[in-house]
């Protein structure tokens, strides 16, 4: 499943897209005129958790790569692309298994980037705030909350709860200002360090909880089990991470 440094990469990998015309357009997708898209020069490229946004003179395309997408530069996969644009260096970028569509500029203009873990724009204080004003969440659901942590998937959750030893189904209000400065402090914070681990090919050594099965602090089981709205899985350790309710 693709997170938001995965798809921070994907914006430094096309960046060279920006500014050159589409010059073909193609792709399995009814829910935009392909067409519509040759001639237009790229504007700009934005990331917002797994959003991929291109910004064309006369519309924005939306990507969202949902749970199983995937890209493709300069190479194609063997099955057909939702979306397969070809630049006018004969580079290509070509998406798979996602959600494509066009957006209303005031749609694009909406988006809220002081909420996305990966932007400069990224703003704690508020995250903080609107972690307080749902204090029913459970930790696991709040790091999945796109309008909280955008670009958060269920990796860098599990990896954020055992760094800060808390229990995935812990109460965010009934959790002490300094875990819950914690909890948002170490979700951007592990972010970039998943970042610096995927561009090194190495992030699978980095886990210490996402599908392990032993913890390394207490070197007792990992309970492992899909919890709260989401169901998503969740791999802690019932001696170190402590439940707050």
């Not at 519509?36 to 064309?56: D, F, M, N």
Request: with cysteine.
């Amino acid at each position: 499943m693709p997170e938001g440094p995965s798809l921070y990469i994907l914006k430094e990998q096309a960046a060279r897209f920006v500014g050159q015309e589409i010059v073909h357009a193609e792709g399995n997708t009814w829910a935009i005129d392909t067409a519509r898209l040759v001639g237009q020069p790229i504007v700009a490229l934005h990331t917002w958790g797994k959003h991929l946004l291109i910004e064309l003179p006369g519309l924005v395309l939306r990507i969202h790569f949902l749970l199983f997408g995937t890209y493709r530069i300069d190479e194609r996969r063997d099955k057909p692309a939702r979306l397969s644009l070809r630049m006018a260096d004969g580079g290509e970028l070509n998406v798979y298994a996602c959600s494509v569509r066009e957006i209303e500029r005031t749609a694009f203009e909406a988006y809220d980037f002081s909420a996305d873990v990966m932007s400069d724009q990224w703003d704690p204080k508020k995250a903080r705030k609107k972690l307080r004003a749902r204090p029913e969440l459970l930790a696991c659901d709040a790091l999945l909350d796109q309008d909280i942590f955008s670009g958060v998937g269920n990796i860098i959750k599990n990896e954020v709860l055992f760094r800060i030893r808390v229990h995935p189904l812990s109460n965010v209000g009934a959790l002490p200002a300094p875990k819950l400065r914690a909890l948002v402090d170490e979700a951007r914070q592990y972010s970039f360090d998943f970042l610096a681990w995927k561009k090194q090919f190495v992030l699978k050594q980095h886990w210490l909880a996402h599908a392990q099965k032993t913890c390394p602090r207490c070197d007792i089981p990992f309970l492992k089990a899909n919890l709260g709205r989401t169901k998503r899985r969740s791999f802690y350790c019932e001696r170190c991470q402590k439940r707050y309710n």
